[in-house]
């Protein structure tokens, strides 16, 4: 049995330490913005502007995105705007009717329809760090 000295032990013991406050760390992270204009319902856009149907899968690319099913419902809460919308921001309904998955993401406005006008996406909005922010 090979013994270490306290000071091996203390040095291993940093260095576990330093690993794994590194890798905690990554789980956020900033992302570039897609965006730096929006629109929305509101000024917070905390109401949904439309309702829209997913017409294929979508696998997102990184944690910006949220994953999407073909068929299933999509709240849009903000159209991004300098790319000419070619991103929205919004929630999937999950398998009970009504209820959505607490997360909102972006995904391409190409893999969606709208299926009902909700709100007026009138309110010109700034994106933020934290519209592009990874958790």
């Known amino acids: 049995?090979?013994?270490?000295?306290?000071?091996?032990?203390n040095l291993l013991f940093l260095a576990l330490s330093v690993m794994l406050f590194l890798t905690a760390c990554e789980a956020g992270k900033q992302m570039p913005k897609l965006s730096n204009k929006k629109?929305?319902?509101d000024s917070e856009c905390s109401h949904p502007i439309l309702i829209a149907r997913a017409l294929q899968d979508y696998y997102p690319g990184?944690?910006?995105?949220i994953p999407i099913r073909q068929?299933?419902?999509?709240?849009?809460?903000?159209m991004l705007k300098?790319?000419?919308?070619?991103?929205?921001?919004?929630?999937v309904q999950n398998t009970y009717y009504g209820e959505q998955e607490a997360r909102i993401g972006h995904f391409p406005s190409s893999?969606?329809?709208?299926?009902?006008?909700?709100?007026?996406?009138?309110?010109?909005?700034?994106?933020?760090?934290?519209?592009f922010y990874c958790y």
């Open 1 to 9: 049995v090979q013994k270490h000295s306290s000071s091996e032990t």
């Open 39 to 41: 629109l929305c319902a």
């Open 62 to 65: 990184d944690c910006r995105f």
């Open 71 to 78: 068929g299933q419902l999509v709240y849009v809460y903000a």
């Open 82 to 91: 300098d790319r000419g919308n070619l991103f929205w921001a919004g929630s």
């Open 111 to 131: 893999v969606v329809e709208e299926t009902h006008a909700l709100m007026p996406a009138t309110t010109e909005v700034k994106t933020t760090n934290w519209d």
